[in-house]
């Protein structure tokens, strides 16, 4: 669904993406995990088409920046841009004409309801909390119900409500045979359904293994993790565990 060949990013001296390659397959919720600064939002940029980059992306058998990949592909950046001079509702409303989306009144309500921000519908952009603008950035990105969907560091911001919802969300897009590839740098967060990981360091993709994978190796996704950013095995761990 997702094939991602040789991508390189620079931004002048620095890597931010080395000759990174991987296929992600319809239906697989992806968990991107990496440090800070190990190119995870760059790499999401590249998918979407925002950046310039040097290799080949294909969404759904489409190349990444054509019209029929923009379709089926949708993104929720990390950081909001809402228009300070729209409400709320405004800005579901404007999605959803530019997706040429019909029969969306639903979804809008739908959405807003699940991220508390039903009762916020006349309040414009710059009205709203940091929170707030977090949850609309997210029910922006989810109005197309697109069927691939990339989120950046989704649960930053959010309080515990939007993040189980948030959650409850990605389970049922995974479940309905959605394509996810969601980022974060928190370890912690990732506690939803995932079938795949891609750890990323210093631009380059670590580890590209299944929840199946892992399972079979009896290993968790922090040995894996801490193995390969902090270069710990994680029988030593256990070991000095037991000599405790
Ligand atoms: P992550 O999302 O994993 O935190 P980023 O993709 O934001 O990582 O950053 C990867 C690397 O690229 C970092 O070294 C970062 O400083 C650099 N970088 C990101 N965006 C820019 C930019 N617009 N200009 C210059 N360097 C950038």
Known sequence: MLDVKNVTKKYGKV????????????????ILLGPNGAGKSTLMKSIIGFLKYDGRIVVGGYKNKSVDAKRILGYVPEIPSLYPNLTVEEHMEFIARAYKLTDYKDRIDML????????????????????????????????????????????????????????????EMRESGKTLLVSTHIIDSVDMLWDRT??????????????????????SLEDLFFEITEGIDPKDVKEAKEEV
């Open 15 to 30: 890597t931010a993406c080395n000759d990174l390659t991987f296929h992600l397959n319809p239906g697989d919720m992806t």
């Open 198 to 219: 891609l750890i990323m360091q210093n631009g380059n993709i670590m580890a590209n293994i299944t929840k199946a994978e892992l399972d079979e190796k009896g290993e």
């Open 112 to 171: 807003l309801k699940r991220f508390e921000l039903d009762d916020k519908r006349k309040k414009f952009g710059d009205e709203l909390s940091k929170g707030m603008q977090q949850k609309l950035n997210l029910c922006i990105g989810l109005l197309p119900d697109p069927k691939v969907l990339l989120l950046d560091e989704p649960m930053i911001g959010l309080d515990p409500h939007a993040i189980k919802e948030l959650k409850n969300i990605i389970d």
